[in-house]
């Protein structure tokens, strides 16, 4: 599918292919992302959701395509450019992957020191801000094992936010929680777009997608087969609408 791009675009994803195990996995994808933009990706399990905003961060390298950023397209074959590219573009997982021998704070302020190399007391100062920002400022000294889950995906996306990224990527950011945890994960998401966070978010949370996404993006089979704002995907015969009436 052809998307046109425009002065406000920020994110463009042009005819991206990606083989794995010998399979075509993601099928000459396209897509772009305004600034301030929250699309979401949804379809069935299986269908590349994840291994298309894993090639988005370069964790896995395109076989075919382009990656063009703030209208600057990405190398994929200069370290120094895919380096550059994965401060900009943060990536949360569904399995938050958090330092169990660190406190929030600790995760939060390792990258700092580490990749932006700042001052350890900086480096804090910023991550108690993000902390903050996503409610956990009671939690700053807790160890991921005193966490709940919704709590420890809180921490990851504090941990991405004090990167200063241009664009969020978020895969099923909610799916390890149990339903009353999802919630207070949401809100956060929520509260990102309000304040002009551009996202793109693979989800199941279809009353979230409903209220808040400016489009979805529905894939099936490696590919974007549909794609509109969830008033005119759902309003009519629709593979994304025949979905959505399936999911429990």
């Known amino acids: 599918m052809d998307y046109k791009s425009n002065n406000n675009t920020l994110l463009e994803i042009r005819n991206l292919t990606k083989v794995l195990g010998g399979r075509e996995i993601i099928k000459d994808v396209s897509l772009s992302l305004d600034k301030g933009d929250l699309k979401v990706l949804i379809g069935p399990s299986g269908g590349g959701k994840s291994t298309l905003l894993q090639c ?8 075919k395509g382009q990656i063009i950023l703030n209208g600057k397209e990405v190398s994929f074959k200069k370290k120094k450019e895919i380096l550059a590219l994965r401060q900009q573009i943060g990536m949360i997982f569904q399995d938050f ?138 309003s009519k015969k629709s593979r994304t609408l025949d979905f959505c009436s399936k999911l429990a």
């Not at 001052?119 to 801000?129: G, M, T």
């Not at 094992?145 to 895969?171: F, H």
């Not at 956060?188 to 199941?204: D, R, Y």
């Open 97 to 234: 992957n958090l330092f169990d021998h660190l406190t929030a704070i600790d995760n939060v302020a390792i990258a700092l020191r580490k990749v932006k190399k700042l001052p350890k007391k900086k480096a804090f100062e910023r991550a108690e801000i993000e902390l903050a920002r996503v409610g956990l400022s009671d939690k700053l000294h807790a160890y991921p094992a005193e966490l709940s889950g919704g709590q420890k995906q809180r921490v990851s996306i504090a941990r991405a936010l004090a990167m200063d990224p241009v664009v969020l990527l978020l895969d099923e950011p909610t799916s390890a929680l149990d339903p009353e945890l999802i919630m207070e994960v949401l809100s956060v998401i929520k509260n990102l777009s309000e304040s002009g966070m551009t996202m793109l978010m693979a989800t199941h949370q279809m009353s979230f997608v409903k209220n808040i996404a400016k489009e979805i993006l529905f894939m099936e089979n490696g590919m974007i087969i549909e794609h509109d704002t969830p008033k005119r995907l759902l």
């Open 56 to 63: 988005i961060n370069l964790l896995h390298i395109p076989d």
